[in-house]
């Protein structure tokens, strides 16, 4: 049975979170003293009021979280603070935003995607722009994840909680209370976005647009203060920064913790998934370098500087931009199109298949290889020399079927609305890997996605969601036995 009275709670408590979450951006709002003051103020009273109803209803619950309870909360947690996200923009009518463009690009920032629905973001006053960036850092290490961390009182079912929410096949502990975990990661990613706000505003941003660029640098989200992204600046060092800490953010954070709260590096360089995400982006980098170099004329420095951020931003799932892809020759949308595929690492704020379930297909298939040679033979697969039993293999190739299946089924629905193939396809491969550009001329990396049919946001609305919670967390509640009496 569905523990009702508690999803009310605990969905009452993240509310209490967001209403919290809004007062930064009205202060915002206030130091700029503009007109969407007032849009924050009614979205606080309307989320902590529905906050407390919710609260009302499930006071009187226990915290006995069961494991369907924390799918069907965790997939209503991101609804839900991405449907009252939503307010400041629908309350003060600026761009005049539309319900399912306001929820489009409240998903696009919660599950960190970074696609948007405005052609020139600058139009946007501070406390709006702060608050769309900020969703983006929220939604960084998950909202759920957030709420382990500020809220120890649901320690009962926090586990089960974190394993709907976490990414990856295989899940590491910090601490054995997981809200310490939480914490502790936390802090990590914090401490991250603090030096990156240094270092831009070192290198000459202003103290606003070094918030919010180190927000959604360290979150690899996308969203930025300016409709031409890093472009704007038109600065190699702020294009090396916006590089570094978009790959560190990238890498797992348990790892990162390891290497330098703990002084052991070493654990980096041990990870087979470490070496393969470095592997790819010096591949990746290379290759896309040399084209840039032999077709386009760049000079070395700039064919570098250009081909390893637009790498680094694509397989981290990022999505800023200093330089048009869309302009760079046809060869360098597959492999950047690869790199969406495949994403970071498990463990990071990045999204796509990630690292270490293409390192697991790799090793798979190489052993079905020399299985072919050798019938009889014992064929371990092994990451860092942990051996992966069989039933994650067979869930890591149901979760890569339905990841593909999802992204042509949707590739194909739009293509039959008339977008182009390219865009489609890569629309898709975007909203599923919580991306956030794509490949084409249509809807390019630079540009908005506003001329989307509405459906067709809807959809790739549900497909970022679907995609930030790792498929099954979501589809489960879709499936009758969800829903059957045990």
Same mark, same amino acid.
């Not at 070094?210 to 600065?235: P, V």
């Not at 070496?275 to 840039?292: E, G």
């Not at 149901?398 to 890569?426: C, E, K, P, Q, R």
């Given at each position: 049975?569905?523990? &009702?009275?508690? =999803?009310?709670?605990? +969905?009452?408590? +993240?509310?209490? &979170?967001?209403?919290?979450?809004?007062?930064?951006? +009205?202060?915002?709002? %206030?130091?700029?003293g503009e007109d969407d003051v007032f849009a924050f103020l009614i979205s606080i009273v309307l989320t902590m009021f529905v906050g407390f109803v919710f609260r009302f209803i499930g006071r009187k619950a226990d915290n006995n979280l069961g494991r369907r309870d924390a799918y069907l909360v965790v997939t209503l947690a991101w609804t839900l603070f991405s449907a009252f996200g939503c307010l400041p923009f629908l309350i003060s009518g600026f761009g005049d935003i539309s319900v399912t463009d306001a929820f489009f690009e409240m998903m696009s920032g919660f599950t960190t995607t970074g696609a948007t629905i405005f052609d020139k973001v600058e139009i946007l006053p501070h406390g709006l722009m702060f608050w769309r960036t900020s969703t983006q850092w929220i939604g960084g290490l998950g909202i759920a994840f957030f709420t382990l961390a500020l809220l120890p009182s649901l320690t009962g079912g926090n586990t089960k909680v974190f394993s709907a929410e976490a990414t990856g096949p295989i899940k590491t502990k910090l601490h054995p209370r997981l809200s310490s975990s939480a914490r502790t990661i936390w802090l990590v990613y914090v401490i991250l976005t603090i030096a990156c706000l240094l270092c831009y505003n070192i290198a000459g941003m202003n103290l606003f647009d070094s918030l919010n660029y180190a927000m959604t640098s360290t979150a690899t989200g996308g969203f930025s203060t300016h409709s031409d992204s890093t472009e704007y600046f038109n600065s190699p060092a702020m294009d090396y920064i916006t590089t570094v800490f978009c790959f560190l953010s990238s890498v797992n954070f348990t790892l990162l913790y390891m290497a330098v709260v703990r002084r052991e590096p070493y654990r980096l360089f041990r990870s087979s998934e470490f070496r393969f995400f470095c592997s790819m982006v010096l591949i990746c980098t290379a290759f896309i370098m040399s084209v840039l170099v032999i077709n386009k004329n760049y000079g070395i420095e700039h064919a570098f500087r250009s081909a390893l951020f637009q790498v680094v931003s694509f397989i981290s799932t990022t999505g800023l931009f200093n330089d048009n892809a869309a302009q760079w020759p046809h060869v360098t949308w597959v492999v950047l199109a690869v790199c969406m595929f495949v994403g970071g690492m498990a463990g990071s704020t990045s999204g796509g298949f990630k690292c270490i379930r293409a390192n697991m297909v790799a090793k798979i298939t190489r052993n079905e290889f020399k299985r072919i040679l050798h019938p009889s033979a014992v064929l371990p697969i092994k990451i860092d020399g942990t051996n992966i039993p069989m039933d994650?293999?067979?869930?890591?190739? /149901?979760? %890569?079927? =339905?990841?593909?299946?999802?992204? +042509?089924?949707? /590739? %194909? =629905?739009?293509? /039959? /609305?008339? &977008?182009?193939n390219t865009n489609a396809i890569t629309i898709a491969l975007s909203s599923m890997g919580n991306v956030g550009p794509t490949l084409g001329t249509e809807i390019g990396p630079t540009m908005s996605w506003a001329e989307l049919p509405t459906f067709a946001k809807w959809m790739c609305s549900f497909l970022m969601l679907v995609g930030r919670l790792e498929i099954f967390t979501v589809l489960v509640i879709f499936t009758p036995g969800f829903w059957k009496k045990v």
């Amino acid at each position: 049975m569905i523990n &009702v009275r508690l =999803i009310f709670k605990v +969905l009452g408590s +993240l509310l209490f &979170v967001e209403s919290t979450l809004f007062l930064w951006s +009205l202060i915002i709002s %206030f130091i700029y003293g503009e007109d969407d003051v007032f849009a924050f103020l009614i979205s606080i009273v309307l989320t902590m009021f529905v906050g407390f109803v919710f609260r009302f209803i499930g006071r009187k619950a226990d915290n006995n979280l069961g494991r369907r309870d924390a799918y069907l909360v965790v997939t209503l947690a991101w609804t839900l603070f991405s449907a009252f996200g939503c307010l400041p923009f629908l309350i003060s009518g600026f761009g005049d935003i539309s319900v399912t463009d306001a929820f489009f690009e409240m998903m696009s920032g919660f599950t960190t995607t970074g696609a948007t629905i405005f052609d020139k973001v600058e139009i946007l006053p501070h406390g709006l722009m702060f608050w769309r960036t900020s969703t983006q850092w929220i939604g960084g290490l998950g909202i759920a994840f957030f709420t382990l961390a500020l809220l120890p009182s649901l320690t009962g079912g926090n586990t089960k909680v974190f394993s709907a929410e976490a990414t990856g096949p295989i899940k590491t502990k910090l601490h054995p209370r997981l809200s310490s975990s939480a914490r502790t990661i936390w802090l990590v990613y914090v401490i991250l976005t603090i030096a990156c706000l240094l270092c831009y505003n070192i290198a000459g941003m202003n103290l606003f647009d070094s918030l919010n660029y180190a927000m959604t640098s360290t979150a690899t989200g996308g969203f930025s203060t300016h409709s031409d992204s890093t472009e704007y600046f038109n600065s190699p060092a702020m294009d090396y920064i916006t590089t570094v800490f978009c790959f560190l953010s990238s890498v797992n954070f348990t790892l990162l913790y390891m290497a330098v709260v703990r002084r052991e590096p070493y654990r980096l360089f041990r990870s087979s998934e470490f070496r393969f995400f470095c592997s790819m982006v010096l591949i990746c980098t290379a290759f896309i370098m040399s084209v840039l170099v032999i077709n386009k004329n760049y000079g070395i420095e700039h064919a570098f500087r250009s081909a390893l951020f637009q790498v680094v931003s694509f397989i981290s799932t990022t999505g800023l931009f200093n330089d048009n892809a869309a302009q760079w020759p046809h060869v360098t949308w597959v492999v950047l199109a690869v790199c969406m595929f495949v994403g970071g690492m498990a463990g990071s704020t990045s999204g796509g298949f990630k690292c270490i379930r293409a390192n697991m297909v790799a090793k798979i298939t190489r052993n079905e290889f020399k299985r072919i040679l050798h019938p009889s033979a014992v064929l371990p697969i092994k990451i860092d020399g942990t051996n992966i039993p069989m039933d994650k293999r067979v869930t890591l190739f /149901a979760f %890569f079927s =339905i990841y593909v299946i999802m992204i +042509l089924v949707s /590739a %194909f =629905i739009m293509i /039959a /609305a008339g &977008v182009d193939n390219t865009n489609a396809i890569t629309i898709a491969l975007s909203s599923m890997g919580n991306v956030g550009p794509t490949l084409g001329t249509e809807i390019g990396p630079t540009m908005s996605w506003a001329e989307l049919p509405t459906f067709a946001k809807w959809m790739c609305s549900f497909l970022m969601l679907v995609g930030r919670l790792e498929i099954f967390t979501v589809l489960v509640i879709f499936t009758p036995g969800f829903w059957k009496k045990v």
